[in-house]
């Protein structure tokens, strides 16, 4: 039976002005909604560095090797802080000088939250990426360049495909990655799901309880995410014969 004390504690999770479970919903909705845009630029950037990487030109592979090792290699919450504050300043001042944008233009920090993620997972996606396409036999990309097919439709037809059903498990590992890491876009004054624990925690002193709700939003948010690429995978799959 729970104690008075800890009623009440649950009961300052009320929706509304009298209890704080709107600002956790919604500090968890933006941690999702940061974390898929973050995601989608990180793929996206992913597959033009395991292209990069994988090409017969020398220049184009050290271009992604360059990119994929410097992120790596370095604490993704330096490389927020660094584009944060010097990145956002240098793309403000081009936009300005180019004439897109006026003298008052400031990137909030959302918008530089979900880019300085996909930055940081492009460079994990890509490796990832390209272990998925070094894993499709070579023979069925020669087998289509002989056939006639061009790149686009090789792409399209034979890589990609295969491309995505080898490398879904470790795509999903870095995605409940950034939804960890989403947490650290709070030190640029980013609102995610952190953000609405701590909000909460420094104001009632409830720090055990606060944090544990916070924790309790990050478990769950996995535990879905994990039974999404569950599924995701068997889908991609299906008619395969296991050895």
Do not use: C
């Amino acid at each position: 039976m729970a104690s008075k004390s800890d009623h009440s504690l649950w009961l300052d999770m009320a929706w509304g002005a009298e209890g704080w479970g709107d600002e956790f919903a919604y500090g968890l909705a933006l941690t999702v909604q940061i974390s898929l845009a973050g995601y989608a630029i990180g793929l996206a950037l992913g597959l033009l560095g395991a292209f990069a990487k994988l090409s017969g030109r020398p220049w184009l592979r050290f271009i992604g090797d360059s990119y994929t090792t410097t992120i790596r290699a370095l604490p993704e919450l330096l490389l927020i802080l660094l584009f944060y504050y010097a990145g956002t300043s240098a793309l403000e001042k081009l936009l300005v000088h180019a004439g897109v944008a006026s003298e008052d233009l400031q990137i909030s920090p959302f918008v530089a939250a979900i880019a300085s993620l996909g930055l940081i997972y492009g460079a994990y996606l890509a490796d990832v990426l390209r272990g998925g396409i070094q894993a499709i036999p070579p023979g069925q990309i020669e087998a289509a360049r002989a056939y006639g097919m061009h790149a686009p439709l090789r792409f399209r037809r034979i890589v990609f495909p295969q491309m995505i059903r080898y490398a879904i498990p470790g795509m999903g590992n870095q995605w409940l990655n950034i939804t960890k890491d989403s947490a650290l876009v709070s030190v640029i004054g980013a609102y995610e799901l952190l953000s609405a624990g701590r909000g909460a925690a420094t104001f009632t002193k409830e720090y055990i309880f606060y944090y544990s709700v916070t924790a309790l939003g990050f478990l769950g948010l996995t535990i879905v995410s994990m039974v999404v690429f569950v599924r995701i995978e068997r889908r991609a799959n299906r008619g395969v014969r296991r050895a």
